[in-house]
């Protein structure tokens, strides 16, 4: 049920994948950006509805947009914390990232879902500690929900894949 991969997001074919999105849901740098460029301009027209309605997405929330050009049928974008030491609610704020996006997923009919790591590239979350965070709330929700079929978790870079890996 819960899978790793070390590769690129935007080509894994799952109902769902999960942007580690900014709070202007506009695109940015790193997976992000990736995302946006390769599901194109659907997934840019979706958020700057979302941004229209209610102003971003804060930091924790999760929004649904679709998947544009990707496999994938929809994008989750969630925004993940800046590190700023951990004593901030870092920590709590990113669980919520995947509590929100698995709920969302759920609340959508989506049976796959994938997630990047989340806050570990230009926000700086602790990667062993971002890893942990991500596994616990992952195996947490499967225990009590099986509407998911499949999770994985996509890694793009070696060190994150190593910490996932030593995990599962």
Not at 64 to 88: E, F, M, Q, R, S
Request: aromatic content about 8%.
């Amino acid at each position: 049920m819960i899978s790793l991969i070390k590769g690129d997001i935007t080509k894994i074919k799952v109902n769902a994948i999960v942007n580690a999105a900014n709070t202007s849901l506009l695109g940015g740098g790193g997976v992000d950006g990736a995302i946006h460029r390769a599901g194109g301009a659907a997934i840019l027209e979706e958020c700057k509805q979302i941004r229209a309605k209610q102003g971003g997405c804060d930091v924790g929330e999760a929004v649904i947009t679709t998947g544009g050009n990707l496999p994938a049928k929809y994008v989750i974008h969630t925004v993940g914390p800046v590190w700023n030491g951990g004593h901030k609610g870092e920590p709590e704020l990113l669980a919520n990232c995947y509590r929100n996006a698995l709920r969302l997923a759920i609340a959508h009919g989506v049976n796959t879902i994938a997630f990047p790591n989340i806050s570990t590239g230009i926000y700086r979350f602790p990667k062993p500690e971002a890893a942990d965070i991500a596994i616990r709330e992952v195996q947490q929700f499967v225990a009590t929900d099986n509407s998911l079929d499949e999770i994985f978790f996509v890694c793009f870079d070696d060190e994150n894949y190593s910490l996932y890996k030593v995990r599962l």
